[in-house]
């Protein structure tokens, strides 16, 4: 990769297992906050979103050899 040029990674769209895993975990996480009934969609919704958020990285290209820094003293 160049010096200065900069990737995006994005993970691939979620299997029908990591759905489930996600759904079932955010369910334990509201069953275990109690939230009141008129709220319980709503935390449901939320904690679906932030366990499934796609993860984006960035990498930033390196030069591919450093200098000698031996030969500057």
Do not use: C, W
Not at 65 to 72: A, F, K, S
Request: proline share 8%; net charge negative; no cysteine.
């Amino acid at each position: 990769m160049p010096l200065g040029t900069v990737t995006k990674t994005e993970v691939p769209l979620n299997t029908r297992e990591q759905v489930v895993g996600y759904v079932t975990t955010a369910l334990e996480i509201v069953d275990e906050l109690q939230p009141p009934d008129d709220l319980r969609a709503a935390v449901f919704a939320a904690a679906v979103q932030q366990i499934a958020t796609k993860q984006v990285l960035f990498e930033q290209g390196a030069p591919s050899m450093l200098p000698n820094l031996g030969r500057l003293s």
